[in-house]
């Protein structure tokens, strides 16, 4: 079974830019989830949807969005981006709830650096 | 809001010893995960503990939950350098992560 996949790996963009990364799921897994992690404040939690709707939210600011498609896949935007959005943006998904059981199992793709200059 | 400590932050051992990292939760714990981390990469999934006094290992690591303490260890026998990454605790649930611990293994 492919792993969860994200892309691009690697993202140069200018302050103020705009920027949006994608994740695909492993197949079968409906909950996609979306965590920034940096030097200074390690692995924090942004967002979390199921089913095309979002489930969950970290303590972000509104410039960081995301989607779920129909199939699963997700993207996240970044609007007017700072210098502080610099970071590795690791994309992860589970099964979600099966049968009615939460299943948080998160398998996590190898991440977008994200370096804004 | 919740969170988790992980003790130490930095580890350095040759290879060939034990070790264990600590994770505290500041809050109860619904169940943890262990990840795995190499530097600038996604975590691997290790291991998930859902019940107190659960233990759990997979080839020379071992993970137990201690729910009064709200603390989770992993135990590490014999380490190699194939152990070296950054090991990181999440909260079930809670969708939170531990600090961090960053273990370097020396021949």
């Known amino acids: 079974k492919a792993g969860v996949t994200q892309t691009p790996r690697y993202l140069i963009k200018t302050r103020g830019q705009q920027v949006t990364l994608s994740c695909s799921p492993i197949s079968g897994h409906r909950s996609v989830s979306w965590y920034q992690q940096t030097p200074g404040q390690g692995l924090q939690f942004l967002f979390e949807?199921?089913?095309?709707?979002?489930?969950n939210k970290g303590n972000f600011p509104g410039r960081f969005s995301g989607r779920q498609f129909s199939n699963s896949r997700s993207e996240m935007n970044v609007s007017t981006l700072e210098l502080g959005d610099s970071a590795l943006y690791l994309c992860?998904?589970?099964?979600?709830?099966?049968?009615?059981?939460?299943?948080?199992?998160?398998?996590f793709g190898p991440g977008t650096r994200l370096t804004v200059t | 809001s919740q969170e988790l400590e992980q003790s130490p932050q930095s580890l350095i051992v040759q290879e060939g010893k034990n070790l264990t990292i600590n994770c505290t939760s500041s809050?109860?714990?619904?169940?943890l995960y262990w990840y795995k981390q190499k530097y600038g990469e996604g975590l691997i999934f290790l291991m998930m503990l859902q019940k107190g006094g659960e233990e759990k290992s997979h080839e020379k690591i071992t993970a137990k939950l201690d729910e009064k303490k709200q603390q989770s260890s992993l135990h590490i026998t014999a380490s190699q350098p194939s152990h070296a990454g950054i090991y990181l605790c999440?909260?079930?649930?809670?969708?939170?992560f531990g600090t961090g611990t960053r273990l370097q293994v020396f021949p």
């Open positions: 999440g909260a079930a649930l809670q969708l939170i």
């Open positions: 949807y199921f089913s095309e709707t979002q489930r």
């Open positions: 809050k109860t714990l619904y169940g």
């Open positions: 992860a998904s589970s099964l979600g709830v099966l049968a009615g059981v939460s299943s948080y199992e998160q398998y």
